[in-house]
């Protein structure tokens, strides 16, 4: 259902869905200020297209300009250094693994195993450094270590009982093996892309040094074939050149496994993460919930109670008044009675900002149309819902729209402005846009980033795209149900 709030536009205006978020479930699109996300939502404001000042596209194409990138090369170190330090550590968990298991019948057992463990860990800090450095893989600290009580013993019980301490210990022997095939692949095809590719330039080495006509294709005690006239020559090194060309992408394969590892095992678990994402969302609750409280009581104490104090004293000295002088007590009750519609209009705006009545019992359409028709701009409202989301979640819409509307109404000199409301697979999205002045920052601390805190506490998302100039394109994304 669309409704039109102020006076109307035509067809010319150019806002609307048009802004760039199509109304397909589960895919979004930012208008080019932004990624395509799958989830509904895009990421990253820093991707820009070339007209915003990126950088401009590559001549060669990716296959060409690959085995001189000095991503290939950082993750070919990358391999070559995982065979060491994948010997030390494997050496290290099984010697010391084995030992703590040996001597478990008695108590010395159980420090070795331990020690081993954090010796894990320790290694573990160190593959992430390697990974954060050489592969740009920016891998969080696991969850830390949480003693119950001071001593050595609560020490090792937690470290025994931690299992990001036996992801640890489960990576050094998984690390191992892959890390000398890693090893053996790269180094066979790095070695021989580069050496046939430029065979060319040393091939005289062999007859004046080695005592051969040049690399020997075939051999026996009667015959040998060498690859010494310019054809041959030229042909090797053209499967230098494959050898070479394809070589990057192997090893950008083989450190592809090794993200994965060093992401799955030596990473926070996705139960850690979800606890901490859900500390911190209860913290944002609580600190919305005191900043409601904080205003109810500041807007009770600074109109509707002090209205209804100087009410009761005006009635009180009209009854003193009665019988000496009727015709004040009548003027003095008759401004009591305004004072009374004045205080009773406060208490039901204060209200309306707890929970509006409209909200629970006609949903956010009839809520949203309120809201809009108090703009000082034109708005247009389109609520396109089959059904009604939990309550939660209606409330958190509504008090994102009034925020974003009267933000439009102060600061953005807009002309018109539009929301949206659809339902996208288990999600509900929402977007203002309007044709303002722009330069609108979440990141500033201003109440764009009060509304940010609030979805993020139900695992809902904020994106503000606001060019300076315009136009202004908030998104929020929410779940259907809490």
Known sequence: MATEYGQEYGPEDGRGHGHGYDRKPGRRYDGGHGRVDDRGY????????????????????????????????????????????????????????????????????????????????????????????????????????????????????????????????????????????????????????????????????????????????????????YLDNPFEITVTALVGLV?????????????????????????????SARVVELESDRGAVADTAAADLRRIERDLHDGAQARLVGLAMDLGLAKEKLREDPRAAARMVEEAHGEVKTALRELRELARGIHPAVLTDRGLDAALSAVASRCTVPVRVEVDLPARPASAIEGIVYFTVCELLQNISKHSRARSASVDVWRADDRLMLQVTDDGTGGADASLGSGLAGLSGRLDAVDGVLLVDSPAGGPTHVVAELPWRV
């Open 42 to 225: 895009g990421r990253g404001d820093g991707h820009r297209s070339a007209a915003h000042g990126t950088r401009p596209p590559h001549r060669l194409p990716a296959g060409l300009r690959a085995p001189l990138e000095a991503r290939a090369w950082r993750e070919f170190g990358y391999v070559l250094l995982s065979l060491p330090v994948s010997i030390a550590l494997f050496t290290w968990t099984v010697a010391l693994t084995s030992l703590g298991a040996g001597l478990l019948v008695t108590f010395v057992g159980i420090p070795v195993l331990a020690l081993a463990l954090v010796g894990c860990r320790g290694f573990g800090v160190l593959e992430r450094m390697r990974a954060r450095g050489l592969l740009h893989l920016d891998v969080a600290d696991p969850e830390p270590l949480r003693p119950r009580g001071p001593g050595a013993f609560a020490w090792m019980g937690a470290v025994l009982k931690s299992g990001a301490s036996w992801r640890h210990l489960l990576y050094a022997l998984l690390r191992f093996p892959w890390a000398v095939f890693s090893f053996v692949v790269a180094v066979v095809f790095w070695t021989t892309g580069w050496s046939l590719l430029t065979y060319p330039l040393w091939f005289w080495v062999l007859p004046v040094y080695a005592g051969q006509g040049g690399i020997q294709l075939y051999g026996d005690a009667h015959h040998s074939v």
């Open 243 to 271: 050898f070479t060309l394809v070589t990057p992408w192997i090893v950008r394969g083989l450190t592809t496994v090794d993200g994965l590892l060093v992401r799955g095992l030596l990473g926070p678990s996705r139960l």
